[in-house]
C-alpha cells in the first residue's frame, strides 16, 4: 500500500520569497512521484515528476523537487515565488507496474502576499 | 491540441435521483481514470480503463458507483441513487499508455452537488 502526506493545509509567503511544500510518501516498491497544481475550478496540471535517475526533478514555473529515498520525501520548492503561484498544490506517487492510478495526498493551499 | 473534456461541469440533482458524467479523453489516450474530489476525503481514486483489458474498479465506494467506457474512448461515470455524501468533483484523466510514466491529463472536472 502506497500514501502520501502533506502537512499542514496551508502555506503562505511573500511574493519573491522562497517556496517550500513537504511531502513524504510511503510505498512498499521504489515509487514514482508527482506535484499536480490546480488552480480554481480547473483540473489538475503536473507540475514535475521523478520515476527514476536524476534525484532533482525540475518542472514548469521554476518549480524543483528532490527525491530523497533516506528520507521518504519529495519536497517541492521554488527560489522566488509570484503572485500567479497562489493555488492548491497536491503530491502523488504510483507504484511502477501497477494500474497507475495516482494516490494523493490532501494537498496544499499556497497563498501569495504582496 | 484539445484536452480532457467533461461534461456537465456542474450538476445539481435531488437526493435518490441517478446521475451520469461524461468524460471525452485526449485523441489516442489508451488509458482512463476517475477521481473524485471531496472536502473530506480529498482525491481518490474510483476507475482505471486501459485499453480493451478488464477495468480496475477497486475505487469504486459502493454499488451504486459503475462506469463504461465505449469503443475505447468516451467514458460514462454513472451514480444511482445518489446521497448527499455523493456531493464532490468527479476528475477524469486520461494517459497515452499504461504505467506510471505517462503523465495522467485531467479535465476540468464535474461539480456534483446532491440536495
Known amino acids: 500500500a502506497q500514501s502520501v502526506t502533506q502537512l499542514g493545509s496551508h502555506v503562505s509567503v511573500s511574493e519573491g520569497a522562497l517556496v517550500l511544500l513537504r511531502c513524504n510518501y510511503s510505498?512498499?516498491?521504489?515509487?514514482?512521484l508527482f506535484w499536480y497544481v490546480q488552480y480554481p475550478n480547473q483540473g489538475l496540471q503536473l507540475l514535475l515528476k521523478?520515476?527514476?535517475?536524476?534525484?532533482l526533478v525540475k518542472g514548469i514555473n521554476g518549480f524543483e523537487a528532490e527525491f530523497k529515498k533516506s528520507e521518504t520525501s519529495f519536497h517541492l520548492t521554488k527560489p522566488s515565488a509570484h503572485m500567479s503561484d497562489a493555488a492548491e498544490y497536491f503530491c502523488?506517487?504510483?507504484?511502477?507496474?501497477?494500474?497507475?492510478?495516482?494516490?494523493f495526498g490532501k494537498g496544499i493551499t499556497l497563498s501569495v502576499r504582496p | 491540441g484539445a484536452g480532457v473534456s467533461q461534461s456537465p461541469s456542474n450538476k445539481v440533482t435531488e437526493k435518490g435521483k441517478d446521475v451520469e458524467l461524461r468524460c471525452d479523453p485526449i485523441?489516442?489516450?489508451?488509458?482512463l481514470y476517475w477521481y473524485r474530489q471531496s472536502l473530506g476525503q480529498g482525491l481518490e481514486f474510483l476507475i482505471y480503463?486501459?485499453?480493451?483489458?478488464?477495468?480496475?474498479k477497486s475505487g469504486l465506494p459502493s454499488d451504486r458507483f459503475s462506469a463504461e467506457r465505449t469503443g475505447g474512448s468516451v467514458s460514462t461515470l454513472t451514480i444511482q441513487r445518489t446521497q448527499q455524501e455523493d456531493s464532490a468533483v468527479y476528475l477524469c484523466?486520461?494517459?497515452?499508455?499504461?504505467?506510471?510514466?505517462?503523465?495522467?491529463?485531467f479535465g476540468d472536472g464535474t461539480r456534483l452537488s446532491i440536495l
Open positions: 485523441s489516442g489516450h489508451t488509458a
Open positions: 521523478y520515476t527514476t535517475g536524476a534525484t
Open positions: 510505498s512498499s516498491v521504489p515509487p514514482y
Open positions: 480503463f486501459q485499453g480493451n483489458s478488464a477495468p480496475d
Open positions: 484523466a486520461s494517459s497515452q499508455g499504461q504505467g506510471a510514466l505517462q503523465p495522467q491529463h
Open positions: 502523488a506517487v504510483s507504484e511502477p507496474g501497477a494500474n497507475s492510478k495516482l494516490t
